[in-house]
């Protein structure tokens, strides 16, 4: 038996040799006790805090292997990718793996090589994961995003109940359940749907004193991105809300001269993303501007700012992104970028994007029509998607369309896949059934079978460029003759550079009708009400912007923060002499618009700024240039 101080000493050598840490983060280390404690565990992070090294740890120093249940395919992917690359045994398992590639993983956590599984909650349903399962030793269940399991979480998810029954099927395994947003309302509810036993509960305040956040009204938002990030060599991040924002703001700031700066969203290939998150990481100067793609899984202490150059929808989700910047511990800025007539457009947005009862069971019937799935049935290939050709036949926007297909994946009715990827190639005849086919397509799957190993077997991820490269033949053709093969059914074949749906459970009528479209509406009804209170947040100039944070996450009697956008407003007048002075000084290097002030300034307020100019060009000790640069006065 182990001794409690070698148990203590191991810990430390574990997080040590794997994470290169000397010492745990606030609350870290109570959390891993009562893991390894077999104790039930509630934790409430704020994102920053380190919660996934709560489970990841002791993971490794318990037998068997933790089951972590995460909703979301790309952060379930990220940590994996992390771990793996620390030394650490880790797999995924998600419906876009044939049964080929989950055999090898099941057997894997059999053999006890794999110590960490992640899986979404609708695996724990599935007969192969149960079956498999069974012969596998378990050291506990992380439940990560623990408040999907909530009906007034920004992010629900049904399938999140499955875990009740589960832990019914294995009451000696205890369970660790871990968020970084939650309010007391959503924190009582995960407790009771989870069943948590008389569980240890570590809550961290919500309060981030590094972090001085500012809202601001402005007109033209790339010009005060670019004022921004022309006075800053730190790193920091840019969230918009589209792709195509994202690369005409990083445009814009090229041309600008701002060569530090790159763009980061969903559009990009698996290859991309890898090699722009990379650089950012390594980086003490670089800038991305992205959509909420890019986040989860940040590990990544010196970001000093995150400027939102619009409001997210929920503030849930801005708490969650703002929370990237300081993690050090430094001080660092979270801007809030708005103008009125951008709110009036989300509202339009949201409402556009939300279809009725008629509408929504129009784009699910027409999914089904269109690649011909009957009552009861489910087929097993995956299907390449045209969401023009929806558009076409129903008559709906884009948005609403977007809108149905992301809430049946989020609730695992399908895999829809809307990102860049690898293709994927099996072939469906036996290797000496080749040679009776015409020459033309005989020839060419030869040349298939030269070039993509293993697809006789399984299906295979591979890249047509590659192929290209190696047989000297145009992308566009082979995709031509892939497809060719795919219609008389030589080849299953899903070019990777469209979008994809696959078909995960039978199609049943009569759930869609009531239970599905209840839900979609509920989940519609639940972003509008978030959007609201967001809403408010943004325009409310009174109240201190991080107590309006804590007040909104149960935190009641916090006292203001004395350096947000308001608090500062408040405190002008003690401070006016000050940033006088400051103004003074810096004019006496060079002229300067109140932007660049701002921004030297440590981001002080343009009305501040503002009052100090008018009250100095009153006194003569400043003049104007032209209607936008001051300078010293030196008649």
Known sequence: ???????????????????????????????????????????????????????????????????????????????????????????????????????????????????????????????????????????????????CISEWGQDFRPSYQNIKEFRRNNPEIHCLALTATATPKVLEEIKSKLELRKPEVFQKSFKRENIKIYTEEVSDKFQRVYTILKYTQDSGIVYVRSRKEAELLTEFLHNNQLKHVDFFHAGLTTKEKNIKQQIWNNSNSNVLISTNAFGMGIDKDNVRFVIHYSPSPSLENYYQEIGRAGRDGKKSFAFL??????????????????????????????????????????????????????????????????????????????????????????????????????????????????????????????????????IGVSVHLIKERLKELQQKNYVEYVDGALSSVKFLKPRDERIINSAYWKLFEHI??????????????????????????????????????????????????????????????????????????????????????LENLIFLLDSGKIKMLNFRTYALNHE
């Not at 979404?120 to 399962?133: A, G, M």
């Not at 008559?395 to 809307?418: G, W």
């Not at 959007?531 to 935190?555: P, Q, T, V």
Request: hydrophobic share 35%.
């Open 1 to 147: 038996m182990i001794s409690s101080q070698d148990f203590h000493q191991l810990k430390y050598r574990t997080l040590k040799h794997f994470w290169g840490y000397d010492q745990f983060r606030d609350s870290q280390e109570e959390i891993i006790n009562s893991v390894l404690n077999e104790k039930d565990t509630l934790v409430l992070l704020p994102t920053g805090a380190g919660k996934s090294l709560c489970y990841q740890l002791p993971a490794l120093l318990k037998e068997g292997v933790c089951i972590v249940i995460s909703p979301l395919l790309a952060l379930m992917k990220d940590q994996v990718n992390q771990l793996k690359f620390r030394g650490i045994e880790a797999e995924y398992l998600s419906s876009e793996l044939d049964e080929f590639d989950a055999e090898v993983i099941y057997n894997r956590c059999k053999d006890g090589l794999t110590k960490l599984l992640y899986i979404s909650p609708e695996r724990l349903t599935n007969t192969q994961f149960l079956q498999n399962i069974e012969e596998t030793q378990m050291s506990f269940i992380a439940v990560d995003e623990a408040h």
């Open 337 to 470: 970028l708005w103008n009125q007539q951008e709110i009036l457009n989300f509202d339009q947005i949201l409402k556009n994007q939300i279809p009725n009862k008629v509408e929504f069971l129009k784009i699910v019937t027409y999914l089904y029509s269109i690649f011909q799935v009957a009552e009861n049935e489910l087929p097993e290939k995956v299907f390449q998607l045209n969401t023009t050709g929806i558009q076409n036949f129903t008559r709906l926007s884009k948005a609403k369309i977007k809108n149905v297909l992301n809430f049946l994946h989020n609730q695992e009715i399908i895999y829809y896949n809307d990102n860049k990827s690898l293709s994927s190639l099996q072939l469906l005849m036996q290797a000496d059934e080749i040679d009776q086919l015409p020459h033309k397509d005989s020839y060419f799957i030869e040349l298939l079978l030269r070039t993509v190993s293993g697809i006789t077997t399984h299906k295979v991820m591979f890249s047509e460029q590659n192929v290209s490269n190696k």
């Open 524 to 609: 519609q009804k639940t972003k509008i009400q978030k959007w609201e209170e967001m809403k408010f947040y943004i325009e409310n100039n009174d109240y201190c912007k991080m107590k309006l944070i804590l007040s909104y996450f149960g935190e009641k009697n916090s006292k203001n923060c004395g350096q947000c956008s308001v608090c500062e407003k408040n405190k002008r007048s003690i401070f006016g002499k000050n940033v006088s002075a400051q103004i003074i000084k810096l004019l006496t290097k060079k002229p300067a618009t109140i932007e660049e002030l701002s921004v030297q300034l440590s981001y002080q307020s343009k009305e501040s700024i």
